[in-house]
C-alpha cells in the first residue's frame, strides 16, 4: 500500500514559525507573568522597598522641593518669626551687627552701597520686569506667569509682613544708607532670594543651571551682608527672609508646574 507523501511533507512555514519561534509579545507576556509571580513569592519588605524605590524615581525631585525648599524654610521662618512676635532679642543678632561695622571702611562703604542698590532698585527689580517681559513676548506663558506670581507676590508678602511684626529697625550707630520703615523680614533678602530661587528653578532642566547657581548664590549673600554692613538689618531679619521667599517661590513653583508633574520649558503654550 503506497503511503500517502503529504504524512512526510513539512508543516506549513508559519506553523513551523510558530513552534520554532514565538511570537515576541507572548515571550514578553510570559517573562511578566513570571515576574509577578517572583514578587509574590518576595517577602513584604523587599516588595516595599521596590515600590519605595519606584517612587523614588518617579518623584525625587518634587520630594526634595517639598523638604528642602518648603518644609524646612517655613520651619526656619516660623521659628524666627515667634521670636520677633514675642520681642524676644536673638543672641547672636548685636554681635554679628557689631562685626559688620568693625569691617568699615571708605572702599566698602562704596561697595556696599552699590551691592544694597543692585539688590533692590537698580538690579533686582527692573531684572524682575525684564525678565517677565521677555518671557511673555517669547510666548513662554507658563514660565512668565510663574515668575509674575512669585516676584510679585513676594513684594507684597514683604510688604505685609512688615506691618504685621513691626520691628523697628537697629540703632547701634548712624547708617550711611538709613532706612524708615520696618525691619522684619528684610525686603531686599527676600527680593533678592526669590529671584534666584525663579531662575534656578526654571533653569534646572537646562545646561544654564550651574551657571545660574554659581551667579545667584554669592549675589544674594553679598546683598544679605550688604544690610548688615549698613547697620540696617538684623541678622535674623535677613535669614527670615531668605527662608520666606525660598518657601514662597518653591511653593509657586509646585503649584504652576502642577506639583513638579511637569517642568519649565516643555512645550509652548497659546
Given at each position: 500500500?503506497?503511503?500517502?507523501?503529504?504524512a512526510?511533507?513539512?508543516?506549513?512555514?508559519s506553523?513551523?514559525?510558530?513552534?520554532?519561534?514565538?511570537?515576541?509579545?507572548?515571550?514578553?507576556?510570559?517573562?511578566?507573568?513570571?515576574?509577578?509571580?517572583?514578587?509574590?513569592?518576595?517577602?513584604?519588605?523587599?516588595?516595599?522597598?521596590?515600590?519605595?524605590?519606584?517612587?523614588?524615581?518617579?518623584?525625587?525631585?518634587?520630594?526634595?522641593?517639598?523638604?528642602?525648599?518648603?518644609?524646612?524654610?517655613?520651619?526656619?521662618?516660623?521659628?524666627?518669626?515667634?521670636?520677633?512676635?514675642?520681642?524676644?532679642?536673638?543672641?547672636?543678632?548685636?554681635?554679628?551687627?557689631?562685626?559688620?561695622?568693625?569691617?568699615?571702611?571708605?572702599?566698602?562703604?562704596?561697595?556696599?552701597?552699590?551691592?544694597?542698590?543692585?539688590?533692590?532698585?537698580?538690579?533686582?527689580?527692573?531684572?524682575?520686569?525684564?525678565?517677565?517681559?521677555?518671557l511673555?513676548?517669547?510666548?513662554r506663558?507658563?514660565?512668565?506667569?510663574?515668575?509674575?506670581?512669585?516676584?510679585?507676590?513676594?513684594?507684597?508678602?514683604?510688604?505685609?509682613?512688615?506691618?504685621?511684626?513691626?520691628?523697628?529697625?537697629?540703632?547701634?550707630?548712624?547708617?550711611?544708607?538709613?532706612?524708615?520703615?520696618?525691619?522684619?523680614?528684610?525686603?531686599?533678602?527676600?527680593?533678592?532670594?526669590?529671584?534666584?530661587?525663579?531662575?534656578?528653578?526654571?533653569?534646572?532642566?537646562?545646561?544654564?543651571?550651574?551657571?545660574?547657581?554659581?551667579?545667584?548664590?554669592?549675589?544674594?549673600?553679598?546683598?544679605?551682608?550688604?544690610?548688615?554692613?549698613?547697620?540696617?538689618?538684623?541678622?535674623?531679619?535677613?535669614?527670615?527672609?531668605?527662608?520666606?521667599?525660598?518657601?514662597?517661590?518653591?511653593a509657586?513653583?509646585?503649584?504652576?508646574?502642577r506639583?513638579?508633574?511637569?517642568r519649565?520649558?516643555?512645550?509652548?503654550?497659546?
Amino acid at each position: 500500500m503506497s503511503e500517502d507523501p503529504r504524512a512526510d511533507a513539512a508543516p506549513p512555514r508559519s506553523v513551523a514559525a510558530s513552534v520554532e519561534s514565538p511570537h515576541p509579545q507572548g515571550a514578553r507576556s510570559q517573562e511578566q507573568h513570571a515576574a509577578r509571580r517572583r514578587g509574590a513569592d518576595d517577602s513584604a519588605f523587599e516588595q516595599e522597598a521596590r515600590f519605595g524605590a519606584a517612587l523614588l524615581r518617579r518623584h525625587g525631585w518634587t520630594l526634595l522641593l517639598v523638604f528642602a525648599g518648603l518644609l524646612l524654610p517655613l520651619w526656619a521662618f516660623a521659628e524666627l518669626a515667634d521670636d520677633i512676635h514675642r520681642q524676644e532679642s536673638l543672641v547672636y543678632d548685636v554681635p554679628v551687627l557689631e562685626y559688620a561695622h568693625g569691617l568699615s571702611r571708605h572702599s566698602l562703604d562704596l561697595f556696599f552701597s552699590v551691592i544694597a542698590k543692585l539688590g533692590y532698585q537698580w538690579g533686582v527689580v527692573p531684572f524682575d520686569i525684564v525678565l517677565v517681559i521677555a518671557l511673555t513676548v517669547t510666548r513662554r506663558f507658563r514660565e512668565a506667569s510663574y515668575a509674575a506670581i512669585a516676584l510679585g507676590g513676594s513684594g507684597l508678602l514683604n510688604i505685609a509682613a512688615k506691618q504685621f511684626f513691626a520691628r523697628e529697625r537697629p540703632s547701634l550707630w548712624e547708617s550711611i544708607a538709613p532706612e524708615h520703615n520696618y525691619s522684619f523680614p528684610s525686603g531686599h533678602a527676600m527680593g533678592s532670594m526669590t529671584l534666584a530661587a525663579v531662575l534656578i528653578l526654571l533653569c534646572w532642566p537646562t545646561r544654564w543651571r550651574w551657571l545660574v547657581v554659581a551667579a545667584m548664590v554669592p549675589f544674594t549673600v553679598l546683598v544679605g551682608f550688604s544690610r548688615l554692613y549698613l547697620g540696617v538689618h538684623y541678622p535674623s531679619d535677613i535669614l527670615a527672609g531668605w527662608a520666606v521667599a525660598t518657601a514662597w517661590a518653591v511653593a509657586v513653583y509646585l503649584l504652576v508646574y502642577r506639583g513638579g508633574v511637569r517642568r519649565p520649558w516643555q512645550a509652548r503654550e497659546g
